[in-house]
């Protein structure tokens, strides 16, 4: 008789076989384990699987959690399918992460997914919250001293 988290598929073994990772085996006795689902994971011998954890999502191999890759974020709330994109005027520039982060001024994102601000250039700006949009010439009568002004 196996115990949870393991599985005995061979007739006449004493033995059970543990599980692998990102599969389960809810019932003793089992003859097979079954994978996760997309968005969930397990270790090795586990009886349940998991909720991906923040930063993750199911994009791994088999809907197995992953880390979210550079320009994306997933929190703990959201739903463990996939990975968002971060929104404009926000950016992501490393892996697995829960949120995104607004461009500070004389910077903008204005593409989805960004992993960076790109700063604005001698005579341009961003006006006050606009860092979703591209830099704007400055008026007439008006100059940067330098590149990245707000």
Known sequence: MSDLGEYQNEPGKGSCKQCSENTKSENV???HCTSCGVGEKSIPGSAKCQPCIAGEAGTGRNGTCASCSVGKY?????????????????????????TCFPCIPGFFASDLGAAACRECSKNTFVGEKAYDKECTECPIGFATKKTGSA
């Open 29 to 31: 006795s089992s003859t």
């Open 74 to 98: 997933r929190t703990s709330e959201m739903n463990a399918d996939d990975c968002e994109s971060c929104g404009l005027g926000r950016y992501q520039d490393q892996q697995g992460q829960a």
